[in-house]
């Protein structure tokens, strides 16, 4: 914590930061050029910083290794950083710090700061409680619009957000009404705050609520802060619309990594280490494998039919991909619907209804498209299927209708049991899905081989 | 287009959205209710509201079949509320009328929303300038801050944010600078609206820039509007939060469609036909199983290796389901780093020389499970591999390291190859990547097994 270490440095920040063409940087290319140093170069340059421009940057998420860099730093600087950063940034920082570190700074920082940051970080992460900050603007309702205005000006420099102002009661600390700043000027100097203040129920979050559910609200509703209130409508804090929509990015990434089929690897490509990656791909890779092993199982199950007629072997891969495919499909449909709440848990029969029909046509198709090749191949002589090749033709019609629809069914109805089991549906991966397809598709397959071709090949 | 067709339903828009018990409702409330009736329904209650209402709901991207409700209401009353609603939105709501319903629209419009609509329709689609509002703020560099302020109440309900003030130069219209609302107010009245301008660049949108680029840059810099500037720095529209929040949404459920394989349908699951839905799913279906025919091929290809050997033709799936696997992850991973622009093209060779590894030990971890199962199965007598049971399971244990290797390699590098070849990268999707590595994994499998099981098995 000896900025020390760095005699020669002095002045070097100026220099780093001057260096573009255009003179004058914004604080997100200050970011940029700080995340592609070392930890103890980038939080030297941070330390010789003016305090606001310093307080700027540290309050950008796209900061990598912040925690880190503020532990290379002087604690009684990184504490005056602190006091001024936003409280729900401290907070976030606070828990990527060691145990040790933390104590620290906390007997360091000021006690207000101190204790809406301990608040912040009691609530469970990815909830309303752990994104929210506690700076917000709140009047009492007996307040004038310029007494308002006033207020809102002396404040102006501490407040994550003016543009939203909340009015309270003054004893409860309930919240009572909403006035944004563009009416709130507008308004008539002597009148009461709450003739500029919003019409109609006031959209407000619990601080349980899921960060998901918070985003969707603030969508809905075109808003540029929602209040979370407590119990009685004391209010607690607000979520912005730049914290969602660094939420947002975050899950979206989340999202596509396990619908890819790994976990979530929560740091950018380049920035995880070489063992990271692997823990977070070699997990869901093993499971996977493991679960494929039972198409081993099931091809062993089968060996006889196998063994009399290999010609059905080559359309394994060929038919096995086709549920694969079409389950994928369902499921990225049905995760994006349910994300989204265009559908809700209690549509699930809805969706029933209309992927059995859509599989069964999806996969009369394929089957056609299939039966077709057997005829073309079979007879311009690229191949022979032997003597039953025409019924050779209906096992793979038959199987892949059975085949498609079966995946379009377990594609779609798979989010609705994992939300129904209070999991992500969006742990729904597409490599997830192809291995519950892939094991009934060769028993579909088979089954369908023994009848069509029960005493001619088989 | 005439509203009497409905005589009965005079004062059923106030019925309909006070039977709610809270009393108050908001509009996004409303406009969920109006998606649930039919279109003609919906715009006989539309028609009857209060103007102001109707042109919060109007405004919503997310009222379904806006067009068609218009369509339906008389055209006097339309041209009414298009000129009070935001020009962004008329433009996009223009785009889904018919070419005669637009025509007969613009001759009612007041002439100058029709010139703004008609130049926002004149930007490609998914640009900066089809997503931008011309309805912004803007003051000569010569005023006060009074009289800025003035200003902005007087024109507050006519603009679509007010929280950013754009300085223009009075003789060229160029953007010289940004005030935001919350600077303008904390402003010394009679001080020119210059002293509580932002220092340095303004961050600002060619009317080009794709809108994943123009999300990019609101969320690096938390802005609430975006300037969009053409030529000579003149000054076009504004992009505000809201809009691109919109859009964030809209390219995600494409990108998570996509990925699943399928065109993006572009309407929630809901609202799309069968026949459209058909349509969505069945070409890429058709086109991935085209690709799958190549694994027949390939089977048949090694056709004489499997009548010797049949016990090769149990690890089939597993070792191809394996390959497309890593695969997707590899893809998934690579197609969000580019997206959230953490990876750049020239980046590809990085890529490549951390995937590499990364694929071996994979492909090794797997192969030892792989390799471990056979022995169990061999010697608890579950299945008899045959005598040469050792040398199959180095043939898998081999085989799995080729395939997880070339599928995190070809994973991971097809989203650059598409980003170079000017595609987008999220059109790489999970069945496309396994489909490409099923067909390399099966030649590697059989070459693997001829390496090792040749003079013994095959």
């Given at each position: 914590?000896?900025?020390?270490r760095?005699?020669?440095?002095?002045?070097?920040?100026?220099?780093?930061?001057t260096?573009?063409s255009?003179?004058?940087?914004?604080?997100?290319?200050?970011?940029?050029r700080?995340?592609?140093?070392?930890?103890?170069?980038?939080?030297?340059?941070l330390?010789?910083?003016?305090?606001?421009?310093?307080?700027c940057?540290?309050?950008?998420?796209?900061l990598?290794n912040?925690?880190a860099?503020l532990?290379?730093?002087?604690?009684?600087?990184?504490?005056?950083?602190?006091?001024?950063?936003?409280?729900?940034?401290?907070a976030?920082?606070?828990?990527?710090?060691s145990?040790?570190?933390?104590?620290?700074?906390?007997?360091?920082?000021?006690?207000?700061?101190?204790?809406a940051?301990?608040?912040?970080?009691?609530?469970p992460?990815?909830?309303?409680?752990?994104i929210?900050?506690?700076?917000?603007?709140?009047?009492?309702?007996?307040?004038?619009?310029?007494?308002t205005l006033?207020?809102?000006?002396?404040v102006?420099?501490?407040?994550?957000?003016?543009?939203?102002?909340?009015?309270?009661?003054?004893?409860?600390?309930?919240?009572?009404?909403?006035?944004?700043?563009?009416?709130?000027?507008?308004?008539?100097?002597?009148?009461?705050v709450?003739?500029v203040?919003?019409?109609?129920?006031?959209?407000?979050?619990d601080?349980?609520?899921?960060?998901?559910d918070?985003?969707?609200?603030i969508?809905?509703?075109?808003?540029?802060?929602?209040p979370?209130?407590?119990?009685?409508?004391?209010?607690?804090?607000?979520?912005?619309?730049?914290?969602?929509?660094?939420t947002?990015?975050?899950?979206q990434t989340?999202?596509?990594?396990?619908?890819?089929?790994?976990?979530?690897?929560?740091?950018?490509?380049m920035?995880?280490?070489?063992a990271?990656?692997?823990?977070?791909?070699?997990?869901?890779?093993?499971?996977?494998?493991?679960?494929?092993?039972?198409?081993?199982?099931?091809?062993?199950?089968?060996?006889?039919?196998?063994?009399?007629?290999?010609?059905?072997?080559?359309?394994?891969p060929?038919?096995?991909s086709s549920?694969?495919?079409?389950?994928s499909?369902?499921?990225?449909?049905?995760?994006r619907?349910?994300?989204?709440?265009?559908?809700?848990?209690?549509?699930?029969?809805?969706?029933l209804?209309?992927?059995?029909?859509?599989?069964?046509?999806l996969?009369?198709i394929l089957?056609a498209?299939?039966f077709a090749?057997?005829?073309?191949?079979?007879?311009?002589?690229?191949y022979?299927?032997?003597?039953?090749?025409?019924?050779v033709?209906w096992?793979?019609?038959?199987?892949?209708?059975?085949?498609?629809?079966f995946?379009s069914?377990?594609?779609?109805?798979?989010?609705?049991?994992?939300?129904?089991?209070r999991?992500?549906?969006?742990?729904?991966s597409?490599?997830?899905?192809a291995?519950?397809?892939?094991?009934?598709g060769?028993?579909?397959?088979?089954?369908?081989?023994?009848?069509?071709?029960s005493?001619?090949?088989?």
């Open positions: 914590m000896n900025i020390n760095f005699p020669l440095r002095a002045g070097h920040a100026a220099r780093f930061f260096s573009d255009l003179g004058a940087i914004t604080t997100a290319e200050r970011v940029e700080l995340n592609a140093l070392e930890i103890p170069e980038a939080a030297a340059i330390a010789t910083l003016p305090q606001q421009k310093a307080v940057i540290l309050g950008r998420p796209e990598h912040a925690a860099m532990t290379e730093m002087p604690s009684e600087q990184v504490a005056r950083l602190l006091n001024a950063t936003a409280n729900d940034r401290v976030d920082l606070f828990q990527e710090m145990e040790g570190a933390r104590a620290h700074l906390f007997s360091k920082l000021d006690g207000a700061t101190c204790l940051v301990q608040h912040l970080m009691g609530y992460p990815r909830t309303a409680g752990s929210m900050t506690t700076e917000f603007v709140s009047v009492p309702a007996t307040w004038t619009v310029e007494q006033e207020h809102v000006r002396k102006e420099r501490s407040r994550e957000t003016i543009y939203a102002i909340y009015i309270l009661d003054p004893a409860t600390h309930a919240l009572t009404s909403v006035v944004t700043l563009r009416r709130l000027i507008t308004g008539e100097p002597h009148e009461k709450s003739s203040a919003q019409n109609g129920g006031i959209v407000r979050a601080p349980l609520m899921s960060q998901e918070v985003a969707r609200l969508r809905k509703h075109d808003l540029l802060a929602l979370v209130v407590g119990e009685n409508e004391h209010m607690l804090g607000i979520v912005t619309v730049d914290d969602v929509i660094d947002m990015i975050a899950d989340e999202d596509a990594q396990k619908f890819g089929g790994m976990e979530a690897l929560g740091k950018p490509y920035a995880i280490g070489f990271g990656m692997l823990r977070k791909r070699a997990g869901w890779l093993c499971a996977l494998f493991l679960g494929e092993m039972l198409t081993a199982s099931a091809m062993q199950h089968f060996e006889g039919e196998i063994e009399k007629a290999i010609v059905l072997t080559l359309f394994v060929l038919i096995m549920g694969g495919n079409s389950g499909q369902a499921t990225s449909l049905i995760i619907a349910l994300a989204l709440g265009e559908l809700k848990l209690s549509d699930w029969w809805r969706v209804l209309r992927e059995l029909p859509t599989g069964i046509v996969g009369a089957g498209v299939g090749r057997i005829i073309l191949w079979q007879n311009i002589g690229l022979d299927y032997g003597e039953h090749w025409i019924l033709g096992t793979i019609f038959a199987a892949l209708i059975g085949i498609v629809t995946g069914l377990a594609g779609s109805m798979l989010p609705f049991l994992l939300q129904r089991l999991l992500d549906p969006a742990s729904a597409a490599p997830f899905v291995t519950l397809v892939d094991v009934t060769l028993v579909i397959y088979f089954s369908v081989a023994l009848l069509i071709l005493g001619t090949l088989l």
